[in-house]
């Protein structure tokens, strides 16, 4: 499967953004797709999942309440909703793709085989 991330951009601090992630080349059925961030110098972290068929989502402590995921099954496109946007949220987002993903499982990196090229978010205080 081909991922496809856009949306990120500069915004200041209180701001919001969406954040698409468009798959193509094989069905999302039986899917967890998942969005990550990779903050300069620090390691790539979970930061929200959604399992395509059902819809069940996880998120991270630190965007619960202000972040969003869902999914469009027409467009084969997940979304990702920040709110209340911080400096610290500031780094490349990844989108991914992992199959057969238990729920135990969603927020660890080795449960995603494709990744997305990832897409910038600045967020200026």
């Known amino acids: 499967v081909q991922l496809q991330a856009s949306g990120g951009g500069l915004v200041q601090a209180g701001g919001s953004l969406r954040l698409s992630c468009a798959a193509s080349g094989r069905t999302l059925s039986n899917s967890c797709m998942g969005w990550f961030r990779q903050a300069p110098g620090k390691e790539r972290e979970f930061v929200a999942a959604?399992?395509?068929?059902?819809?069940?989502?996880m998120y991270a402590d630190y965007v619960k309440g202000q972040f969003t995921i869902s999914r469009d099954k027409a467009k084969n496109t997940v979304y990702l909703q920040m709110n209340s946007l911080q400096p610290e949220d500031t780094a490349v987002y990844y989108c991914?793709?992992?199959?057969?993903?238990?729920?135990?499982?969603?927020?660890?990196?080795?449960?995603?085989?494709?990744w997305g090229q990832g897409t910038q978010v600045t967020v200026s205080s």
């Open positions: 959604i399992r395509w068929s059902f819809g069940n989502t």
């Open positions: 991914a793709a992992g199959y057969g993903t238990i729920l135990s499982m969603m927020p660890h990196i080795r449960a995603y085989n494709y």
